[in-house]
């Protein structure tokens, strides 16, 4: 089993910048990938952005169009924290943000093939 604990959501105003932290233990030898995840009110979950981690390097972190330039991905191995610095929010990042990892061998942005999932943060931008 893999533990995921997400930490630094909070309130914002647009054009502001925020760090989502998500702290793993347990078997965290057997993913291979991990990402960042959100669902905002009435929507669907989905992808914002997902990265290599441990063995799987090699490949470069994929982002949602909607985040593209805005955020970054990334992750400590030796400390087993995965970061997600978020520039220039809008009111429509406004979501519950998750932390998720996979033990699958290839990129993926399909939520369901994530097996470990945080509790989540909030992360609230106004206008």
């Known amino acids: 089993q893999v533990q995921l604990v997400e930490s630094g959501g909070g309130s914002v105003q647009a054009g502001g910048s925020l760090r989502l932290s998500c702290t793993a233990s347990g078997y965290t030898y057997t993913t291979n990938w991990m990402g960042w995840f959100r669902r905002a009110p009435g929507k669907e979950r989905e992808a914002v952005a997902v990265t290599p981690v441990g063995g799987s390097g090699g490949s470069n972190p994929t982002y949602a169009d909607s985040v593209m330039g805005r955020f970054t991905i990334s992750h400590d191995n030796a400390k087993n924290i995965l970061y997600l610095q978020m520039n220039s929010l809008k009111p429509e990042d406004t979501a519950a943000y998750y932390c998720?990892?996979?033990?699958?061998?290839?990129?993926?942005?399909?939520?369901?093939?994530?097996?470990?999932w945080g509790q989540g943060t909030r992360v609230t931008v106004s206008s």
């Open positions: 998720a990892a996979t033990f699958f061998l290839r990129e993926t942005l399909t939520p369901e093939d994530y097996m470990y």
